[in-house]
C-alpha cells in the first residue's frame, strides 16, 4: 500500500477519493516490477514485519544496483524507472503513459527480432506446462456443466471469494476454470459483474474471460489457461520462457496504461495477480480484479479492507486503513497505483443472479 493511504486510514470515504489516484496503481506496479527485476524475489520495502514501517517512512532499502539480478544487465535505468514509481510523493511518482514510453525505449528492434526468432523455431511442444499444485487423485471426478468440463482434483490456483482455479475445456479448448460456492451474497453478483466488464476489454496483457456457468452450488467462470502466476515463476516453480526484463516491464505497463485509459482502477496489483501465458510469444497477463473500481464516479460499491494486500499498498493506503481495519473504503482514480482490481459501477440483483439456475449462461462478448 502506498504511503499517502497508509496515512488515511483514518479519512472518511469522501476524503479518500480526494486523495487517492492511480498514482497508488502505479506504487503497487513499481514493487511488482522490483520484485520481478530483484535477486531472489525480495520486496522493495524490506521483508517481513519491516515492510509496512518502511513504506510510510519512504525507505525503498532494498532497492540498490547490487539487488537487481545479473540477466539482461543490471542496468540502471531500472533502478531510476522504479525509485520514481515508488515515490513517497504521490504527485512526484509516474504516469503509465510516461513508463510505457520509457520502457519502449529500452526495447530494441534487435531484441524483438530475437525474441519472435526464438518462438518461431520452437514447437508447442516447447511450451511451458501447466503448473497444478494438487493432483494426488485418480481421474474421476471429472466435472461437467453445460459445454463446460474439468478435473476438480488438479487444482491450479486459487481465487478471489474462497474460489479454486482448475484446467478443464470449453467447447473443447483448453481453458482455466474459476469455480466459486453460490451463497445467495451480492459479493458473488459482483464478481459475475466484474467478469462480464472484463469481457469488454481487448488488450493482450489482460486475462480474457469467455463464459461462465453455474449449478445448484457452483459458479463457474471461464479464462483462458494459464501456465503459472509471477509469483510462481520467483518462487522458482515455473521454469518455463520467459521475455527479457524490459518487456516484462513493458507489458505490465501497457496493461495497466489501458487499465486506466478505460477509467478503471485495478487496487490490487501484486505478482500473484501477474499471469504467464501459455501462448507464443509468452505474455504477462493481469487478472485479480476483484478489487478495481471505476477511477471518477463515487456512487458505487463499496468493499472492505481486509480483502485488500496490505504489503502492496501505497503509503497512503496504509495510513487510511491504520486506525479502522474492518471499516469499508471508497476507492477512486487516485487510489490505483499500487494494485489493481475492479469494483462496478451497480450490482445485479439478487433475483437476477438466481434467474436460470442449472442452465447455461451464454455471455455475448462485445
Keep these: 500500500m502506498a504511503p499517502e493511504l497508509l496515512a488515511l486510514r483514518n479519512f472518511n470515504r469522501r476524503d479518500l477519493d480526494e486523495k487517492c489516484t492511480t498514482a497508488t496503481d502505479v506504487f503497487a506496479a513499481g514493487c511488482t516490477f522490483f520484485r520481478y527485476c530483484a535477486d531472489g524475489g525480495v520486496h522493495p520495502f524490506g521483508n517481513g514485519f519491516n515492510i509496512e514501517g518502511n513504506i ?74 501447466v503448473i497444478v499444485v494438487q493432483s494426488s487423485r485418480p481421474r474421476d471426478l471429472i466435472k461437467i456443466v453445460g459445454n463446460l468440463q474439468f478435473d476438480r482434483i488438479n487444482r491450479i490456483g486459487f481465487g478471489g471469494l474462497g474460489g479454486s482455479v482448475y484446467p478443464g475445456t470449453f467447447n473443447g479448448r483448453k481453458v482455466a476454470v474459476k469455480r466459486v460456492e453460490l451463497l445467495g451474497d451480492d459479493v458473488e453478483n459482483r464478481e459475475l459483474e466484474i467478469n462480464q466488464k472484463l469481457s469488454r476489454l481487448n488488450h493482450p496483457n489482460i486475462l480474457q474471460f469467455k463464459h461462465y456457468e453455474e449449478d445448484d452450488d457452483f459458479r463457474y467462470f471461464v479464462f483462458e489457461l494459464f501456465a503459472a502466476s509471477l509469483h510462481d515463476y520467483l518462487m522458482g516453480r515455473y521454469q518455463g520462457p520467459m521475455p527479457m526484463d524490459a518487456h516484462v516491464l513493458f507489458e505490465l505497463a501497457s496493461g495497466l496504461e489501458y487499465i ?55 503509503p497512503e493506503e496504509l495510513e487510511m486503513m491504520k486506525g479502522q481495519e474492518n471499516e469499508f473504503l471508497h476507492g477512486s482514480i487516485k487510489m490505483s497505483g499500487n494494485e489493481i482490481s475492479l469494483i462496478p459501477v451497480r450490482r445485479i440483483t439478487h433475483q437476477q443472479s438466481l434467474k436460470g439456475r442449472g442452465q447455461t449462461k451464454n455471455l455475448k462478448l462485445k
Design 56 to 129: 510510510m517512512n519512504g525507505i525503498p532499502i532494498n532497492v540498490t544496483a547490487q539487488n537487481i539480478r545479473i540477466g539482461d544487465g543490471k542496468d540502471p535505468w531500472k533502478i531510476k524507472l522504479i525509485r520514481e514509481m515508488i515515490h513517497f510523493v504521490p504527485e512526484k511518482r509516474l504516469a503509465f503513459s510516461d513508463i510505457v514510453k520509457r520502457l519502449e525505449d529500452q526495447r530494441s528492434p534487435s531484441f524483438l527480432q530475437a525474441t519472435l526468432s526464438d518462438f518461431q523455431v520452437n514447437d508447442m511442444g516447447s511450451l511451458p506446462q
Design 260 to 314: 486506466h485509459s478505460k477509467g478503471i482502477l485495478h487496487r490490487d496489483i501484486n505478482p500473484k495477480n501477474v499471469l504467464i501465458s501459455l501462448t507464443k510469444p509468452v505474455q504477462m497477463k493481469y487478472c485479480g480484479f476483484g478489487l478495481s473500481k471505476p477511477k471518477i464516479r463515487r456512487d458505487t460499491p463499496i468493499f472492505s479492507a481486509e480483502e485488500e494486500t496490505q504489503i502492496w499498498k501505497s
